[in-house]
């Protein structure tokens, strides 16, 4: 009677999903099967031990209610280990504590908080995991998301009109932009709702040229309440599909409409736009979202990885935001690695599973960068502190200055291949001596200090973002 089993225990997976979400559903659910299922005994088949015990620890009561809304039956629950169970790769564990012979006892992670149904519609499909409350907000993405959180609750109404959002790839341009038409959704603050890549907008509107009828157009696009558009480097830059950008543009804007578009750069910059719609998008707010510094992405590793219902340990958190520094896909992916990787070795998550998931990606950070100067990390340094290169390298000894320069020195070390003697030779022609001192006093700092820590990986993020500019 496998197929009964397997039926009830499939309509309670589905009701499952739909009362924990899709993200923790697929972690700790979608690989589960049940060998028996009845007034006595429900059987449920897991991947592996570590399944076993979260499941008891913190879902049982869940699948006892949902049986039981389901059949009417209270029976005992058992997991069982499937036997040569393949482990998804795509399905993520585990949980904080680093001891791999004891079953994880970290504690629940919070509830997700109840998002209210839909108000209003978006015309296209949304992600639903791009929301504000899903956004980590830190010092480099903060004026972009107030900004998109100004537009979302009064559109058309604010000076930011267009709101014009730019970065480089995989620092949250689509999320905002997502989370913008999702707010408005929500909470009806525009009717009309359409976010859109560049692309389709584009290849839309050559639809509709050649039926030769662009009515079905015009009623999407220029009856938005909001128009949200993705990646607008991306358009094509045809005459004609200018002049029809520029259409839709003076219609929304002559209506108080929001026009909300993204860019991987700023718009003074793009390549192949008309004068005048270049001048259109500065009209309102141009806004930018930086590399985010440490604190910021090992939040973000935190709350993705809450996502999908599991705690990751401070110390590895920390060490994979310090590898991955410069896009949050990659940090994701990443961690879905990071997490993979633990199912298939049945350990918790830890530095060393951390340390073989980098190395397996390709991704041992090089601690050297020939890319970047120490002239130029002298500058940037200097810049921050808003003092000269010349007082930065200078003999002064005052606090202040002095632990700038040790800074300084420290980040030559770290992010060039300069010997020690050619660092000291631009450091005012200081000994190597003189720059070992630095350096230990400064990692010596760094291991108790926390408010230290984030001062250099700010430091050390302005200094790396300038040089892959
Ligand atoms: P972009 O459009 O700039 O290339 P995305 O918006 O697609 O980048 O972001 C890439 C991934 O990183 C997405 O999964 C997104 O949810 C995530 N992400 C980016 N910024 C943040 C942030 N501040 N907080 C949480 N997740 C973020
Ligand atoms: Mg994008």
Redesign the pocket.
């Known amino acids: 009677m496998v197929d009964k089993h397997s039926g009830l225990w499939d309509q309670c997976l589905r009701k499952i999903e739909g009362k924990i979400g899709a993200n923790t559903y697929g972690t700790w659910f979608a690989q589960t099967s049940s060998s028996q299922l009845d007034d006595r005994l429900a059987v449920i088949e897991v991947p592996t031990s570590f399944f076993v015990d979260w499941l008891e620890e913190h879902w049982v009561d869940l699948i006892r209610s949902t049986i039981e809304e389901i059949t009417s039956w209270s029976p005992e629950i058992r997991f069982s280990v499937r036997k040569n169970a393949p482990v998804s790769a795509g399905a993520p564990l585990d949980f904080s504590t680093t001891d791999a012979s004891a079953p994880s006892r970290a504690p629940a992670l919070p509830e997700k908080q109840d998002v209210p149904p839909p108000v209003s519609e978006a015309v296209f499909p949304l992600n639903p995991?791009?929301r504000f409350e899903?956004?980590?907000?830190?010092e480099?993405?903060q004026f972009s998301?107030t900004a998109a959180k100004a537009v979302a609750e009064s559109p058309g109404a604010t000076s930011y009109n267009p709101l014009v959002i730019y970065?480089?790839?995989?620092?949250?341009?689509?999320?905002?932009?997502?989370a913008i038409a999702d707010y408005c959704v929500r909470n009806g603050t525009a009717s009309r709702v359409v976010y859109i890549s560049a692309e389709k907008f584009f290849t839309d509107y050559l639809k509709a040229i050649r039926k030769q009828d662009t009515s079905a157009y015009v009623e999407i696009y220029r009856n938005a309440d909001i128009l949200l558009i993705?990646?607008i480097q991306f358009y094509v830059k045809t005459e004609a599909c200018q002049r029809e950008l520029i259409h839709t543009f003076n219609t929304l804007y002559q209506l108080n409409k929001q026009i909300v578009l993204?860019s991987?750069r700023p718009p003074s910059t793009l390549k192949g736009f008309e004068d005048r719609l270049i001048s259109r998008f500065q009209w309102g707010l141009v806004s930018d979202?930086d590399r985010?510094d440490l604190e910021?992405r090992m939040?973000?590793i935190n709350?993705?990885a809450g996502d999908h219902g599991v705690r990751i340990p401070r110390e590895v958190a920390r060490f994979m935001a310090e590898q991955i520094d410069s896009?949050?896909?990659e940090?994701?992916g990443a961690l879905t690695h990071l997490i993979t990787f633990s199912i298939y070795k049945r350990a918790p998550v830890s530095l060393e599973i951390a340390r073989d998931t980098i190395k397996s990606l390709g991704r041992v950070k090089s601690i050297t960068s020939p890319t970047i100067s120490i002239g130029e990390i002298q500058k940037r340094t200097a810049g921050y502190f808003n003092i000269s290169v010349e007082l930065l390298t200078g003999a002064t000894r005052r606090q202040e200055i002095a632990t700038a320069r040790h800074i300084c020195m420290y980040l030559c070390r770290r992010l060039t291949q300069a010997p020690l003697k050619s660092i000291g030779t631009e450091f005012g022609n200081r000994d190597h001596a003189t720059v070992i001192h630095a350096c230990k006093n400064i990692a010596a700092r760094l291991s108790t200090d926390a408010d230290f820590q984030v001062l250099v990986s700010r430091i050390q993020n302005r200094v790396q973002q300038v040089a892959s500019a």
């Open positions: 995991r791009y899903d956004f980590i907000v830190g480099s993405n998301f970065s480089g790839v995989g620092l949250g341009k689509t999320h905002l932009l997502q993705d990646d993204s991987d979202i985010p910021t939040a973000i709350h993705k896009n949050i896909r940090l994701e």
